[in-house]
């Protein structure tokens, strides 16, 4: 149960100085983090300069990406954590004071600079969202556009196609699932890590075939919830489920790499998609994709989402772990499987309160 602390913060319209909460990265992780390798910090947050705003942070999401921003990201298009220095992430929050006139007091933004209670910038890192578009603010960091592009883009998805999910009911695996249904796919089968993971995705989500990972050879699994194979693999895995994935795929079939979930948890490089001869003789497409190349789709997905979000056709899983303190465990516990949907932190609430898990 959620509490708050009455340490109220500062009116929205006081300029004085206040404290703040950030997460810093204590130490360069050699293998999967533990909690030592993050520092929790109290500093004094500045107002902003000209040119610049500070924003009090609602929600920050929890990625497992942020493993390899950890370990130094060097295999990621964007820069690793750097050891003694604030984290960052996706947040969304709402401007407290603004010197800038691009935004103004009250705004609701999102934007890069999460793992802090405040974050204070240039105008130019803010991107201003319309506060009525979700029931909650959180909804602003859903990876529904990275499920929507990688069907759309990497696997140019078709009606008919049989579809399979990996990490099925995390963050982007479950709105891949429903999205491709949404575009026509005939058949959408996902893979999860536990039995109640798998009765979410056939029972809440509308997969028409689920397996748990762990039963066994997951190619075993693959053949008998496709008996007629798989058009689309969306992989956000790697390892034994590519490799199954490769077998069970049609001619012509295509696979987007979307994640290395495999490869993030244990930290050792990946496989690879397994025997090649079946990818020449099926004529398989294997295209990994990032978000960042395709975010002028934004606006097409956002219209189609909110679409299926007020006509009840797409389910919108979401873990919200209480307080900036929690942060570095539940980010270990995201990649341990402990959650399902997009996971997000509530930092403060809208009346500036910090919530006490
Ligand atoms: N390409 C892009 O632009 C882009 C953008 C965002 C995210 N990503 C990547 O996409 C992937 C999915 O991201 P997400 O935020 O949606 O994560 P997520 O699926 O919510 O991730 C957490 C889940 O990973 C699963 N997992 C952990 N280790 C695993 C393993 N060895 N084998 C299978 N599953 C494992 C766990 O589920 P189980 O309980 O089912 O094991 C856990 O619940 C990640 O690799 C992420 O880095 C890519």
């Not at 009250?106 to 934007?111: A, C, I």
């Not at 990996?166 to 058949?187: C, M, N, Y």
Request: proline share 6%; hydrophobic share 40%; net charge negative.
């Amino acid at each position: 149960m959620t509490s708050f602390t009455t340490s109220a913060l500062p009116p929205a319209s006081s300029r004085l100085a206040r404290n703040g909460v950030e997460v810093r990265l204590a130490a360069r992780p050699d293998g999967f983090p533990t909690p030592d390798h993050f520092r929790i910090v109290t500093t004094t947050v500045p107002d902003p300069a000209p040119g610049q705003v500070l924003v009090r942070n609602l929600f920050m999401s929890l990625d497992p990406g942020m493993l390899l921003l950890m370990s130094g990201g060097s295999q990621l298009p964007i820069p690793g954590y750097e050891v003694g220095e604030v984290m960052y992430g996706n947040a969304v929050g709402e401007v407290v004071a603004s010197a800038d006139p691009s935004l103004s007091e009250g705004d609701l933004v999102v934007h890069r600079l999460g793992w802090r209670e405040y974050a204070v910038a240039g105008a130019e890192a803010f991107r201003r969202v319309d506060e009525r578009a979700y029931p909650s603010p959180s909804m602003h960091l859903g990876f529904g556009l990275v499920a929507y592009v990688g069907l759309m883009e990497a696997a140019r998805l078709r009606p008919g196609d049989t579809v399979f999910v990996s990490s099925a009911a995390g963050a982007t695996g479950g709105l891949a699932g429903q999205i491709a249904r949404l575009k026509g796919a005939a058949r959408v089968i996902g893979s999860a890590g536990s039995p109640e993971k798998v009765a979410h995705l056939t029972g809440t989500l509308g997969f028409d075939a689920a397996f748990d990972y762990h039963d066994g050879p997951v190619l075993d699994r693959l053949r008998a919830a496709a008996p007629d194979g798989i058009d689309v693999y969306f992989d956000n895995v790697g390892g034994e489920q590519l490799r199954a994935a490769v077998e069970v795929m049609n001619e012509h079939g295509r696979i987007a790499v979307c994640g290395a979930l495999n490869r993030q948890r244990t930290g050792r490089p990946d496989d690879g998609p397994g025997d090649l001869l079946s990818v020449a003789a099926k004529r398989l497409t294997i295209r990994g994709f990032t978000l960042f190349d395709h975010l002028d789709r934004a606006a097409e997905f956002g219209e189609q989402f909110r679409g299926w979000l007020r006509e009840g056709s797409i389910v919108y899983d979401e873990t919200v772990v209480e307080g900036l303190a929690a942060a570095p465990q539940a980010l270990l516990d995201l990649v341990g499987g402990r959650y399902t949907g997009k996971t997000v932190v509530r930092l403060t609430d809208a009346a500036g309160r910090t919530p006490v898990a």
